[in-house]
T-cell receptor, first 115, second 111 residues
């Protein structure tokens, strides 16, 4: 089954404790992206990747890191989480960037709470 | 970069009526405009899309229109049903090869 898998789905952590949210897709997609969703603000892009070893900042990259060492994986790293990073996070992938192939597939989301 | 604005932020309609959600974008190089539906507690899912060389597209009760000159596009849902209740996001693939979302419209269909 074609899918984007995120883990963990739910996480409560404390300020400053490094964490990683994993994202994996099994569709051989080149484009992957991370979004955070907050009430009234919609989906804001954190980082995106056009292909392996190619990453770039989105609208709200501060406090986050990413890597794209393999095509299927695109982990989101919070080196020192703070309460303002409490949010619902979505990973997504598409065959290519630029809208050539249409659909962006989303993972199920990871709800992160930073105390 | 691209800026996508979406209106209204909330919309309530009676079952059977039509609903219209409007978006504007800023980057004239944007070439692809998808719409996503997000039900409560679920992930966003694509419901319809339109490319910049097309003015209108329909899929059963859902249609999208695009006015490139004015840089706006709209989602039209006819004969609304309670299961249409959700948050709807418009988006635009910019000339910088990236996807920008509007802030969402919460649609409530009243039975």
């Amino acid at each position: 089954e074609a899918q984007v898998t995120q883990n963990p789905r739910y996480l409560i952590t404390v300020t400053g404790k490094k964490l990683t949210v994993t994202c994996s897709q099994n569709m051989n997609h080149e484009y992957m992206s991370w979004y955070r969703q907050d009430p009234g603000l919609g989906l804001r892009q954190i980082y995106y990747s056009m292909n392996v070893e190619v990453t770039d900042k989105g609208d709200v990259p501060e406090g986050y890191k990413v890597s794209r060492k393999e095509k299927r994986n695109f982990p989101l790293i919070l080196e020192s989480p703070s309460p303002n990073q409490t949010s619902l996070y979505f990973c997504a992938s598409s065959l290519r960037g630029g809208g050539y192939t249409g659909e962006l597939f989303f993972g199920e989301g990871s709800r992160l709470t930073v105390l | 970069g691209e800026n996508v604005e979406q209106h209204p932020s909330t919309l309530s309609v009676q079952e059977g009526d039509s609903a219209v959600i409007k978006c504007t974008y800023s980057d004239s190089a944007s070439n692809y405009f998808p719409w996503y539906k997000q039900e409560l507690g679920k992930r966003p899912q694509l419901i319809i899309d339109i490319r910049s060389n097309v003015g209108e597209k329909k899929d059963q009760r859902i249609a999208v229109t695009l006015n490139k000159t004015a840089k706006h596009f709209s989602l039209h849902i006819t004969e609304t049903q309670p299961e249409d209740s959700a948050v709807y996001f418009c988006a635009a693939w910019s000339g910088a090869n990236n996807l920008f979302f509007g802030t969402g419209t919460r649609l409530t269909v009243i039975p």
